[in-house]
């Protein structure tokens, strides 16, 4: 056995009961993440609606009787115009320095349905797009309902999963179609002016006031716009719910129209709607074509808002300057929000749980300055314990190109947007906001304190009451103001909501369509002012609606397409489509049954839109492509027809 000298022993004993004269070195910190090159990238998704289901945003109370399968409280839509989409725009320097901007044709985007599509992204792809997502509704009225779970049920139909989960595979195919488009590119931050397009519809406040910004986030590649990100003030809303429709409504007129007038191969246009709380789309004076077909109630409306935004748009962006090195970045925060945090005293409204539908008389031809509304914030429905009004919301913060931006969870007032803005613009660093509403959740109308006082609809839509819209300010300038400053949060952040129960959706029992993709009734020829309409029978709406795409003759068929490439084709504002069950739906209905689906498609000859495309005398048909459960859409021709416009 060998033995150590003593001294050595000693010596060992030292060295491991003392630290070691030589320190160890301090491990390497990893170097921060810089950004890389710009790309963009852009992508639509056709919304996966069945036309039959009720729209969102109204009180189906007086509404009227249409029956639907996929409809439950609400009357159900028989009609399109300008069909549903979900519309993105990817932003990227590199995982980190990202900035995905979304919209949907929907009332509303809650934060359980950001939620949802941030878990199905994460599955898909491993990623976390928390920090990048804005998730915005163009808030149409004719947008499809039954996506939420819960209080608002009262406003969108009952809760359906199994359509709420395809509306969130089509956002997270948007996003991923977004990301797979990345290429280099160019960005431009352009500010406009569109004084025409809106109007102040809040009359109990006593003032005709507007803010008419509308900034433009334009990506080039290779010196050709590919995309157009305009937010704007607009209150997304013409069509009603006695329209029976399903339609991107104003907002997509705005971006149809601007898609033609820029005739930019591939462009997208994306309208982010901002406050809009006290804003309602105008009635530009563009005239329209020689002889123009007369228009159902509303549509000649969207036709002048969408002409007039796209001229707007157009000259705005003559001369722009862009960047390939825009700053690209993102944070968000989750705020709480109960009547205790809003510090109400005794007495003041007194709805522990949230109230809404705080009623008072408003005379808004009374003479002089308008009075604030004795009890209105006692004069409310109240949530219940069991079911309280939301206990959070979110905003999400970041720079895109020279400005900032935020998001607004909800409808707000534009003076309060304005208040809000020069806030953030007093910080350090801060020189230009822009603002997207209705994004990343929806906590209903924000007013001023002092204005909510004066009632309306507009107050009576705050769930929290007068200082509701004060507090959602206040908590988006400190999340500005931790995301560039730094140092503590003001506010203590919530967690993640949860998710809305889509653990055991039952099936959605469709039918048969019987004679699928046979021709009803053909075109005929049609003069000046006229309508062309042909009709096919289809499959079940929840397999999607056919698409009409008017060809033109000139030694073969093509085609017929506006500047940008796009066809003219019945999902877009030159046509609407009506569809017809034979049997008629009936409540005493033992489903699936089989039955006749008429899809009838009318093009307006002389509109605003045909001239786009350039419709002119010649020889046209129909080509229908007819979607069917499982297969691959059935195409069919009409029989051709004479146009002389």
Same mark, same amino acid.
């Given at each position: 056995? $060998? /033995? $150590?000298?003593?001294?050595?022993?000693?010596?060992?004993?030292?060295?491991?009961?003392?630290?070691?004269?030589?320190?160890?070195?301090?491990?390497?910190?990893?170097?921060?993440?810089?950004?890389?090159?710009?790309?963009?990238?852009?992508?639509?998704?056709?919304?996966?609606?069945?036309?039959?289901?009720?729209?969102?945003?109204?009180?189906?109370?007086?509404?009227?009787?249409?029956?639907?399968?996929?409809?439950?409280?609400?009357?159900?839509?028989? /009609?399109?115009?300008?069909?549903?989409?979900?519309?993105?725009?990817?932003?990227?320097?590199?995982?980190?320095?990202?900035?995905?901007?979304?919209?949907?044709?929907?009332?509303?985007?809650p934060?359980?349905?950001?939620?949802?599509?941030?878990?199905?992204?994460?599955?898909r792809?491993?990623?976390?797009?928390?920090?990048?997502?804005?998730?915005?509704?163009?808030?149409?009225?004719?947008?499809?309902? /039954?996506?939420?779970?819960?209080?608002?049920?009262?406003?969108?139909?009952?809760?359906?999963?199994?359509?709420?989960?395809?509306?969130?595979?089509?956002?997270?195919?948007?996003?991923?179609?977004?990301?797979?488009?990345?290429?280099?590119?160019?960005?431009?931050?352009?500010?406009?002016?569109?004084?025409?397009?809106?109007?102040?519809?809040?009359?109990?406040?006593g003032?005709?006031?507007?803010?008419?910004?509308?900034?433009?986030?334009?990506?080039?590649?290779?010196?050709?716009?590919?995309?157009?990100?305009?937010?704007?003030?607009?209150?997304?809303?013409?069509?009603?719910?006695?329209?029976?429709?399903?339609?991107?409504?104003?907002?997509?007129a705005?971006?149809?129209?601007?898609?033609?007038?820029?005739?930019?191969?591939?462009?997208?246009?994306?309208?982010?709607?901002?406050?809009?709380?006290?804003?309602?789309?105008?009635?530009?004076?563009?005239?329209?074509?020689?002889?123009?077909?007369?228009?159902?109630?509303?549509?000649?409306?969207?036709?002048?808002?969408g002409?007039?935004?796209?001229?707007?748009?157009?000259?705005?962006?003559?001369?722009?300057?862009?960047?390939?090195?825009?700053?690209?970045?993102?944070?968000?925060?989750?705020?709480?929000?109960?009547?205790?945090?809003?510090?109400?005293?005794?007495?003041?409204?007194p709805?522990?749980?949230?109230g809404?539908?705080?009623?008072?008389?408003?005379?808004?031809?009374?003479?002089?300055?308008?009075q604030?509304?004795?009890?209105?914030?006692?004069?409310? $429905?109240?949530?219940?314990?069991?079911?309280?009004?939301?206990?959070?919301?979110?905003?999400?913060?970041?720079?895109?190109?020279?400005?900032?931006?935020?998001?607004?969870?909800?409808?707000?007032?534009?003076?309060?947007?304005?208040?809000?803005?020069?806030?953030?613009?007093?910080?350090?660093?801060?020189?230009?906001?822009?603002?997207?509403?209705?994004?990343?959740?929806?906590?209903?109308?924000?007013?001023?304190?002092?204005?909510?006082?004066?009632?309306?609809?507009?107050?009576?839509?705050?769930?929290?009451?007068?200082k509701?819209?004060?507090?959602?300010?206040?908590?988006?300038?400190?999340?500005?103001?931790?995301?560039?400053?730094?140092?503590?949060?003001?506010?203590?952040?919530?967690?993640?909501?949860?998710?809305?129960?889509?653990?055991?959706?039952?099936?959605?029992?469709?039918?048969?369509?019987?004679?699928?993709?046979?021709?009803?009734?053909?075109?005929?020829?049609?003069?000046?002012?006229g309508?062309?309409?042909?009709?096919?029978?289809?499959?079940?709406?929840?397999?999607?609606?056919?698409?009409?795409?008017?060809?033109?003759?000139s030694?073969?068929?093509?085609?017929?397409?506006?500047?940008?490439?796009?066809?003219?084709?019945?999902?877009?504002?030159?046509?609407?489509?009506?569809?017809?069950?034979?049997?008629?739906?009936?409540?005493?209905?033992?489903?699936? $049954?089989?039955?006749h689906?008429a899809?009838?498609?009318?093009?307006?000859?002389?509109?605003?839109?045909?001239?786009?495309?350039?419709?002119?005398?010649?020889?046209?048909?129909?080509?229908?492509?007819?979607?069917?459960?499982?297969?691959?859409?059935?195409?069919?021709?009409?029989?051709?027809?004479?146009?002389?416009?």
């Amino acid at each position: 056995m $060998l /033995r $150590l000298p003593l001294l050595s022993l000693a010596a060992l004993a030292l060295l491991t009961a003392c630290p070691s004269a030589v320190p160890e070195p301090e491990p390497t910190p990893s170097p921060e993440p810089e950004p890389g090159a710009f790309q963009a990238g852009a992508a639509v998704v056709r919304m996966p609606v069945p036309v039959g289901i009720g729209t969102a945003g109204s009180s189906f109370l007086g509404g009227p009787d249409s029956d639907s399968p996929y409809a439950n409280s609400f009357p159900a839509t028989t /009609r399109l115009h300008g069909h549903p989409d979900v519309r993105a725009v990817m932003y990227s320097r590199g995982e980190g320095f990202e900035v995905v901007l979304v919209r949907v044709d929907m009332i509303a985007a809650p934060e359980q349905l950001r939620e949802a599509v941030l878990v199905e992204l994460a599955e898909r792809s491993g990623r976390d797009y928390d920090d990048a997502l804005v998730l915005s509704a163009t808030h149409t009225h004719s947008g499809p309902g /039954r996506f939420i779970e819960g209080f608002y049920s009262i406003i969108t139909d009952d809760f359906l999963p199994p359509h709420y989960i395809r509306v969130v595979d089509s956002i997270a195919d948007a996003i991923e179609a977004a990301y797979a488009d990345l290429a280099p590119a160019e960005l431009a931050v352009v500010r406009a002016s569109a004084p025409d397009g809106h109007d102040d519809r809040r009359c109990e406040d006593g003032l005709d006031y507007t803010n008419d910004d509308a900034p433009l986030l334009t990506v080039r590649k290779d010196g050709v716009i590919e995309s157009v990100v305009m937010s704007y003030a607009i209150h997304g809303t013409v069509l009603g719910i006695d329209d029976l429709t399903l339609s991107k409504d104003v907002s997509g007129a705005i971006e149809d129209f601007t898609e033609a007038e820029l005739g930019e191969p591939g462009a997208m246009v994306m309208l982010m709607n901002s406050w809009g709380a006290d804003a309602s789309p105008a009635t530009p004076d563009v005239a329209p074509p020689a002889s123009a077909t007369p228009l159902p109630d509303g549509y000649d409306k969207l036709e002048r808002v969408g002409s007039y935004m796209a001229g707007v748009v157009s000259s705005s962006l003559a001369g722009a300057s862009f960047s390939d090195t825009p700053d690209i970045d993102g944070a968000t925060y989750r705020y709480p929000i109960n009547h205790s945090l809003l510090d109400y005293q005794l007495g003041e409204f007194p709805f522990l749980y949230g109230g809404v539908y705080c009623q008072g008389a408003v005379d808004c031809e009374a003479p002089g300055p308008p009075q604030p509304l004795e009890d209105i914030d006692e004069a409310c $429905l109240p949530f219940p314990e069991d079911n309280p009004a939301p206990l959070q919301s979110m905003v999400t913060v970041g720079r895109i190109g020279g400005s900032h931006f935020m998001t607004w969870g909800g409808e707000c007032g534009t003076k309060l947007a304005e208040r809000t803005m020069d806030e953030m613009l007093a910080l350090d660093g801060v020189s230009d906001v822009v603002f997207f509403g209705y994004a990343n959740d929806y906590m209903g109308y924000a007013l001023e304190y002092d204005d909510w006082y004066f009632g309306g609809y507009e107050a009576s839509g705050s769930m929290w009451g007068p200082k509701q819209g004060e507090y959602m300010s206040a908590r988006a300038v400190d999340a500005m103001n931790h995301y560039v400053v730094g140092g503590e949060l003001a506010f203590t952040q919530a967690d993640n909501v949860a998710l809305f129960d889509v653990s055991d959706p039952v099936a959605v029992p469709t039918e048969t369509g019987l004679d699928v993709a046979t021709m009803v009734t053909q075109p005929t020829d049609s003069g000046p002012g006229g309508v062309v309409t042909a009709t096919v029978y289809g499959s079940d709406p929840w397999f999607g609606a056919p698409v009409a795409v008017l060809q033109t003759e000139s030694g073969g068929w093509s085609d017929v397409t506006f500047g940008d490439g796009s066809a003219f084709d019945s999902d877009g504002y030159g046509f609407w489509v009506d569809m017809v069950p034979d049997p008629p739906y009936s409540d005493d209905d033992v489903l699936p $049954l089989t039955r006749h689906f008429a899809w009838s498609f009318t093009l307006a000859v002389s509109s605003r839109l045909s001239e786009r495309a350039g419709v002119g005398a010649g020889t046209y048909r129909f080509r229908i492509a007819v979607p069917q459960d499982g297969a691959e859409p059935v195409e069919v021709t009409t029989d051709s027809f004479a146009l002389t416009p």
